[in-house]
């Protein structure tokens, strides 16, 4: 464990009414307290999730279009507004890891292929992240780039991933645990039940922790794969056919 609270310096915030600021899990929060190796981010589309994910790993240093800290790739512009804002506690300051978001992974693809060292490619199993399929080249992103005494921002790394393949990454953590750090941003059901770990709801009023079956992602899924068809007459009840 090495970050140990992510604290929100509400006091100092210019104005509520103003993206980030203004989003409702924003707004409410006073400071998260990570208890355990793994913590995760849920909640609806738009809650915030990616917004204090990235802000909590700029502050922590890495780069906010993801990537490691030695990487200064970035596809977008570099303004993290929220970061000013957010203070890390740290029970002992780490340098090693990594920042990934799902989407931006292709575009870090290519930034790997444009660096002229010749060794670009020994912490990503010796060949271009391209030359593979997008899950193939995230895995050997997990499995060679992953340093054990690190820690991981991951924003839905499970975009890339077949179910397979995300048990696989719960795998891999579980092998990096008693040293590593992660915080994952996810909708997925499979890396939501990770034994033992943090979960912090965002939702309309506040962030809150809760558990795996609490979820909405757990409920709806296993509700939906009990009886399928029992969730299509619900949802398609009011449609003329
Ligand atoms: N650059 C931006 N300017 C204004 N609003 C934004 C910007 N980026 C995201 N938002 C809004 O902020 C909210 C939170 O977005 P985000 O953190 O991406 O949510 P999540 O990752 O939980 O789906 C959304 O309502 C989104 O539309
Ligand atoms: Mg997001």
């Known amino acids: 464990m090495y970050l140990k609270k992510i604290i929100y310096k509400r006091d100092e915030v210019p104005s509520v009414e103003k993206y980030p600021f203004s989003i409702p899990a924003v707004r409410t929060l006073e400071e998260l307290e990570l208890n355990t190796p793994i913590t995760f981010f849920v909640g609806e589309n738009g809650a915030g999730k990616s917004t204090l994910l990235?802000?909590?790993?700029?502050?922590?240093?890495?780069?906010?279009?993801?990537?490691?800290?030695?990487?200064?790739?970035?596809?977008?512009?570099?303004?993290?507004?929220?970061?000013?804002?957010?203070?890390?506690?740290?029970?002992?300051?780490?340098?090693?890891?990594?920042?990934?978001?799902?989407?931006?992974?292709?575009q870090f693809a290519s930034f790997i292929d444009s660096i002229e060292d010749p060794r670009k490619y020994s912490r990503y199993g010796d060949k271009s992240l391209h030359e593979a399929s997008h899950g193939e080249s995230f895995m050997r992103l997990f499995q060679h780039a992953f340093n054990k005494k690190a820690i991981y921002f991951l924003d839905e790394p499970e975009a890339a991933l077949s179910p397979i393949r995300q048990l696989s990454l719960l795998r891999i953590m579980k092998e990096l645990e008693p040293t590593a750090q992660f915080v994952i941003a996810t909708h997925s059901p499979i890396l939501l039940g990770y034994p033992g770990a943090t979960i912090f709801n965002f939702d309309e009023t506040a962030i809150t922790p809760t558990t795996f079956e609490e979820t909405d992602h757990y409920q709806v899924t296993k509700l939906f794969l009990e009886n399928p068809n029992r969730m299509f007459r619900e949802l398609f009840q009011d449609l003329d056919t």
């Open 54 to 106: 990235e802000a909590i790993a700029n502050v922590a240093g890495f780069n906010s279009a993801g990537g490691g800290r030695q990487h200064s790739f970035s596809i977008h512009a570099d303004e993290v507004p929220l970061a000013p804002f957010i203070r890390l506690s740290w029970t002992k300051k780490i340098y090693e890891g990594f920042f990934l978001r799902a989407e931006s992974f292709y």
